[in-house]
């Protein structure tokens, strides 16, 4: 490898780690954020919701939060996911269309992990909202996917070294 190409590559290999730490530091406010959510905010429950509820009722529920002074921790949570998941496609572009050695293949893998444990976070983020916020097996799984994306970012620093 030359030097030009290895400066190039050294590079891309910080800015790749810089945008990693930066997911890493928002994956942990956004975990501190569902924490008080989860402990502190009193989500409305709907009469009768057996966790599939209709659109309007949703809607419904969701008002009644707003007007309980819990929506801003919620929207605020919401938009930092949103980030999260923006982070996570920006960092596996730049892997993907930059690195030519050994480490692509690894750091692919790893980064499409982290993407796909945010996306399954989100997924199961929007469920709970639908659910009246009553069906705690979504807010368990966002927290799964919360983990496991958190691992394979934390693994991707380490491998970037």
Do not use: C
């Not at 919701?49 to 605020?76: A, D, P, Y």
């Not at 989100?122 to 909202?129: R, T």
């Amino acid at each position: 490898m030359s030097s030009t190409s290895n400066v190039r590559h050294n590079g891309i290999i910080t800015r790749v780690r810089a945008v990693v730490v930066v997911i890493l530091l928002t994956l942990f406010l956004q975990f501190l954020l569902g924490m008080w959510l989860n402990l502190f905010a009193t989500f409305p429950q709907l009469a009768g919701s057996s966790g599939n509820i209709m659109f309007g009722e949703m809607m419904g529920s969701m008002m009644s939060f707003m007007l309980s002074g819990g929506m801003s921790v919620l929207m605020v949570h919401m938009m930092m996911g949103l980030v999260i998941l923006a982070l996570a496609v920006v960092s596996l572009a730049i892997i993907a269309t930059s690195f030519s050695s050994e480490k692509k293949k690894s750091s692919v893998l790893l980064g499409l992990a982290g993407l796909g444990s945010i996306i399954f976070a989100g997924i199961s983020g929007l469920y709970f909202m639908y659910s009246g916020f009553s069906n705690d097996v979504y807010s368990y799984l966002m927290a799964v996917g919360f983990i496991l994306a958190f691992m394979a970012y934390f693994a991707e620093l380490l491998f970037l070294g």
